[in-house]
């Protein structure tokens, strides 16, 4: 379906719902998923839902499942409103934007960011054991339940899209030995339930000072140690210590009420140990896939934050099960100058490059003078990305407006463009830092320099400043010609 296409079913099968109201859509940015998201807004009303567009339908039907199946036992799920007739459009109750990732960005490790971790805990041990119950783990998506095959195929991910692209030398026949050994301990785990599988903060949504539960359709049956090692040893989070171990102290006395047996402590931390090295494992491979493969600049940045957690725990933690070679590699994985390699180079104090940023339109202004006398640079020519200047609603606005900016991320290949760019430029940019160049001209260019290359120009300002916190000069040379 095409951007416009999907706005009109959304439109449509909100009208369902809210019958002669006029809707706003909105979409969501994108992370890792292929899923798209999008906020609606009926205008009678303070409600807004949240829409989901998926081709894959057994995905949709697995979380339409879930959440209906959460919400019986009063777990804080989304309520799934409508579905359209061909299954990949659904409306579910919109718990706000505000996520307990951004709450603990925003405070710190505040008293009241702890006790939503808490709280969030407490839930999940509640839907884990609950939801248990009654559960049809045929419904899962992939795997019914989270076993040496899947555990297995866990560190595989890890081993063939972070590990080998290392080229680091090792006996392949001896590494596959010690994953049998290690996915063979932890698939024998004494506790065994409902297993959330992406239990991170950033699909935890807090709402009037309560937690909310998202994107769950992962789930399947397995240990309830690998949510919790999820939640609490998330590389972004970057939880301290304490906080580590006083919330699995928390989370241990929950399940201590709701389990059928006294909770075995000794053994449950155990084993919780070996599930936190999977997921730490499970997410180097995410990030390998998305950064290195797919070179998305999010994840590429978040290699170091999940190389310096793995670092940690192997120097403070300890799986009680030997795995000689493969544990040799992770502490190859962990050194500095390895680390270093996936660091990005920031600008000192004393850096003198300054990184001018500039839109211009070929038809008025043509290629911009070189004011610097060095010659060179970058220039973008955007005319090859769909012109929101072509449609009357677009026309007397710019690349600094919303509706411009939703269009141009929704309806056109610029975020392909850019990621391209945003590769180029850095590249570029990390070695006039080493070398201590000061110049560096970064053009865009499109017909009339109003939308696609400001557009263009504003998010590699942005781009820069957070990567390399580099000095920019941003200027838009046709500015005084935009129709207003």
Known sequence: MTASEINKAIEHLTQTLYPGTEITIEKIPQSGSDRAYFRVKPQDTRQC???????NLRENETFIYFSKHFGSIGAPVPEVLAINETGNIYLQQDFGNQSLLNMLEAQGTSAAVYSLYQHSLKALAHLQIKADENLDYNRCITSREFGQQAIMSDLLYFKYYFLDTLQLPYDKEKLMNDFEALSSYLAHVSYRYFMFRDFQSRNIMVQDGKVHFIDFQGGMKGALQYDVASLLWQAKANLPDDWKTGLLHDYMDEADKLLPRVLDRTLFVSQYNGYVLIRLLQVLGAYGFRGLFERKAHFLS?????????????QNKQVVISFPVFEALLHQLVEEKLISRFETKKASENSLLEITIQSFSYIRNGYPE???????????DMRGILNPGRYEPYKRLSGLDKPVTDFLEQQSHMPRFLNSVFDLVDLTVENYLERGFEQLTVSFGC???????????EALNRHLKNKF????????????????
């Open 447 to 457: 017909t009339g320099g109003q939308h696609r290359s400001v557009y263009a120009a």
């Open 302 to 314: 978040s290699i170091p934050l999940a190389l310096r957690n793995l670092q940690w725990f192997l």
């Open 370 to 380: 070189d004011a610097s006398g060095n010659g060179g640079g970058f220039v973008f």
């Open 49 to 55: 839902l949240i829409a989901t567009y998926s081709e």
């Open 469 to 484: 916190a580099v000095k920019t000069r941003l200027l838009h040379l046709n500015k005084e010609n935009w129709q207003s």
